[in-house]
């Protein structure tokens, strides 16, 4: 098949390439370089820098490739960068999102896979979250990804786009050899943030440590990243089977506190962390932890790299080698 794949020179989307490629795929990925890094794209690949809002770039990449199917990682991904400037959320992942989907529509693209989020749910009612729990989100990021996923829905069924928004719960993790993970800038995740607090034997900021849970801090369901690019491809052999429009949460069904994962940081890396207890971020929710049974029955995913050892040993791994 040939493939686009946008944001491919960021952390989950250069994975995907990478294994697409593996596969046997043709890629072309699509970055607009902002926040990625050209250095993460496999060279195997075809590489074209543009944002999803210019149009005519977009026009020109449509003209030159006929592809069978596009994997939409391209947005900003921080619930607290959002609370501060929800435009550019609905202007780049909304937006942009719309100018995707519109080309996909015009030059019939068979197959959309979308890099949603757990964010859609804001605080559940009730755990495990299902795929048809109430959507209320507390953050602008998880209110652009639920809009996408409206738009998908609609494209579906007026313009029969084929689509499977992917509800990532807290991708993390690297290369089970340490070549290649996760480099965000800004950075927002609690085990970068932390693994780096503890290479550079720095204070690490915790926020928030009142919320409803066991331990009072936020209790999260991690994805290592090498099981989150599977499930994209379950996802499109999927829809290449049955067609049709799909919503798929992709965890483990098991969560873990901030201060469990610290403490497998410190266990890990055999390195202390002096912590610095701060406020609670807004729009944080108090809990998420997915229900895999959907994505386990009709996809068949198991996950093989998400307990919570596998991904801290795999994170230290890529930060020390690339401190």
């Known amino acids: 098949m040939k493939i686009l794949v946008t944001g491919g020179a960021g952390y989950i989307g250069s994975f995907m390439t990478k294994r697409l490629l593996e596969r046997g795929d043709s890629v072309v990925v699509l970055d607009s370089l902002e926040r990625g890094h050209k250095e993460a794209i496999d060279p195997k690949a075809e590489f074209m820098q543009a944002n999803l809002w210019e149009w005519d770039k977009l026009e020109s990449i449509f003209q030159k490739h006929s592809f069978d199917a596009i994997m939409h990682f391209a947005g900003y991904i921080s619930m607290e960068e959002s609370m501060r400037d ?18 996909a ?15 859609v749910y804001g605080n559940p009612t009730k755990l495990p979250i299902t795929e048809d729990h109430p959507k209320n989100p507390t953050n602008p990021y998880g209110e652009s990804k639920l ?54 034997d720095k204070e690490f900021n915790l926020y928030g440590t009142d919320y409803e849970t066991a331990d009072g801090t936020c209790v999260r369901d991690y994805i290592h990243v090498l099981d989150l690019v599977e499930a994209h491809v379950l996802a499109l052999e999927k829809l290449g089977k049955d067609g049709g429009g799909f919503a798929y949460n ?74």
């Open 86 to 103: 929800p435009r550019i959320y609905f202007y780049n992942n909304t937006g942009g999102s719309l100018e995707l989907m519109e080309h």
């Open 105 to 119: 529509r015009k030059t019939h693209v068979k197959f959309f896979i979308f890099s949603s989020s757990a964010g």
């Open 147 to 200: 809009m996408v996923e409206k738009m998908l829905s609609w494209y579906q069924k007026i313009y029969g786009l084929n689509f499977a928004a992917l509800r990532y719960f807290n991708a993390a993790g690297a290369a089970l050899d340490g070549t290649r993970g996760e480099d965000h800038d800004p950075e927002s995740h609690i085990i970068p943030l932390a693994i780096r607090a503890a290479l550079g």
């Open 250 to 323: 992709v965890g483990t069904g098991k969560g873990y506190s901030n201060k469990e994962v610290l403490e497998m940081i410190k266990k890990v890396s055999g390195r202390e962390l002096k912590v610095i207890e701060r406020p609670r971020r807004p729009g944080d929710a108090n809990e998420l932890v997915a229900d895999v049974s959907k994505i386990k029955e009709e996809l068949g995913f198991i996950p093989k790299y998400s307990d919570l050892k596998t991904i801290t040993e795999t994170a230290w791994k890529w930060h020390k080698r690339s401190s």
